[in-house]
């Protein structure tokens, strides 16, 4: 079993929903990475998270570190959202070794 | 605008072959990262560096694969030899703060 599951795998919405991406993970961890990869390879680091929630323009991210779960949440989507969303965790403090889920492809139709 | 560089970005080879990918980090950046994605195994850590001293590499099949940081605007990775299996997107990161910082990667196959 996979240390960092995502969900969905897949998802297709309209212009303008609200999206929501989930990872759950199977192990303490000291911090939770969601990174952002574009149709053509490029990778971006999109937030860090030990606990709470971030914001970053319509971007939220939230992780409740009891329930080991974080969400990604996207407002007002826009095709340029179009990308694999991966969620990956750092077990351990003074340890920068990352363990990444598999990502959830997502695509805004305009 | 400061980014990772890494090069080659695409490289074909025969099973075999001693294959070197390098990356320039962002000045400054003391960690440094080499990553490989695969369509099977996903986002995999290889190797990270913390100021130029290797600090984990037990993601990486020590048989095959070595990462150095002969200087701070150099890390190189490589394969030899190289064998099919090894076929994948290379990536190099470098971290300032929270942000690791992506390379464009190396696409490598190895036929």
């Known amino acids: 079993k996979n240390e960092v599951e995502q969900s969905p795998q897949n998802l297709t919405a309209q212009e303008g929903e609200f999206i929501t991406i989930n990872c759950s993970y199977s192990?303490?961890?000291?911090?939770l990475h969601w990174l952002q990869q574009h149709p053509g390879g490029g990778i971006v680091s999109l937030f860090m998270l030990s606990s709470g929630k971030k914001k970053h323009g319509r971007l939220i991210a939230t992780i409740n570190i009891q329930e080991k779960h974080s969400s990604l949440h996207i407002t007002a989507s826009h095709p340029r959202d179009s990308a694999v969303y991966i969620c990956a965790v750092r077990l351990y403090f003074g340890n920068e070794k990352l363990t990444f889920g598999t990502g959830t492809r997502l695509t805004i139709i305009p | 605008d400061a980014r990772v560089t890494q090069t080659p970005r695409h490289k074909v080879t025969e099973m075999g072959q001693e294959v070197t990918m390098r990356c320039q980090p962002i000045l400054g950046h003391n960690t440094v990262f080499w990553y490989r994605q695969t369509m099977m195994q996903g986002l995999e850590l290889l190797a990270y560096f913390r100021n130029r001293a290797p600090l984990d590499d037990s993601g990486m099949p020590k048989d095959r694969f070595s990462a150095e940081m002969p200087d701070a605007t150099l890390a190189t990775l490589k394969i030899q030899p190289s064998e099919p299996r090894d076929s994948a997107v290379y990536f190099c990161?470098?971290?300032?703060?929270?942000?690791?910082?992506f390379g464009p990667g190396t696409r490598l196959l190895v036929l």
């Open positions: 192990v303490g961890i000291s911090a």
């Open positions: 990161a470098s971290r300032e703060g929270e942000t690791q910082y």
